[in-house]
């Protein structure tokens, strides 16, 4: 009866009644660490059948599969074909199906001033908008019910002028959805470089924790590339902290090619967007 089972696991005993407590296993992680978790059972005595089983360890944690989050873990930042303005992300140049379309709107337009797609095309439904406030540093950042379109999350980027100056803002993050603060710095530090654009560029930094969760870095050279970022750890900060990461680099980034002087582009896509469209739509 024994013989169908796997070498490292033991036959139970026929007809053994379990009536709750803590079956003790072990496991094997990629990293050669071992893990003494339980299955606790509390229910009512069994002989024989199924258990219905939380996995949880003795610190505490749930064990969960590998994040796998709406965006790539990295991804590049591209000019869209045939608009001004407007980008893709995606996870290479000249990619036929990108990830995601970027469609952006000047002051002139009653549209958001960057809209972030939820697919590759600027007719995918709106994942999550940036609208610059006029005569001010701030932006207010919305992600969007894909089922009805409405705002489930507002929140007010700023810039902090001060020695350490900063673009920050606050999102709801983990199981908990609690509010944490976020700032966008300046940095020439080893999770730019590693991205291998040019060695100064913006770090994510996580206020309560220090660590640094994300990464954006311009490009070398190249006309259509306008930029590469990752994120470095996010597993447990959920999708809307993804979303709203990316929305304010993109917006970032925007009002910096405005800046720039991008003047001419910007008039081209506000002629756009005052006859109902903007950028490539």
């Known amino acids: 009866m024994g013989e169908g089972l796997p070498p490292y696991s033991e036959a139970p005993p026929a007809h053994k009644t379990l009536k709750g407590g803590s079956i003790p296993l072990i496991f094997d992680s990629p990293s050669n660490t071992v893990d003494t978790s339980f299955i606790e059972y509390s229910g009512p005595s069994l002989n024989g059948g199924s258990i219905p089983l939380t996995f949880s360890s003795t610190n505490g944690s749930t064990h969960k599969p590998h994040h796998e989050g709406r965006f790539p873990r990295s991804f590049g930042i591209y000019h869209s074909s045939g608009t001004s303005s407007d980008l893709v992300l995606a996870q290479r140049n000249h990619d036929p199906n990108p990830l995601f379309y970027v469609t952006t709107h000047n002051s002139w337009s009653s549209k958001p001033s960057v809209v972030l797609h939820s697919g590759g095309q600027c007719s995918s439904p709106q ?109 447990v900060l959920g999708e809307n902290f993804e979303i709203m990461t990316v929305v304010t680099i993109l917006a970032i980034m925007e009002k910096a090619r405005r800046g720039r002087g991008g003047g001419g582009a910007a008039a081209a896509a506000g002629a756009g967007a005052a006859a109902g469209g903007g950028g490539g739509c």
């Open 127 to 235: 994942l999550a908008t940036a609208k610059f406030v006029s005569f001010s540093s701030e932006v207010e950042c919305s992600i969007l019910a894909q089922s009805t379109g409405r705002t489930i999350i507002s929140e007010t980027m700023k810039k902090d002028r001060s020695q350490h100056a900063c673009h920050y803002f606050t999102v709801p993050v983990g199981g908990n959805q609690t509010p944490e603060r976020f700032e966008w710095k300046n940095s020439k530090g080893n999770e730019v470089r590693s991205l291998n654009g040019k060695s100064h560029g913006m770090k994510l930094v996580r206020v309560k924790t220090g660590e640094v969760v994300a990464a954006w870095a311009p490009p070398n050279s190249g006309t259509r590339k306008r930029g590469k970022m990752a994120f470095l750890n996010r597993e």
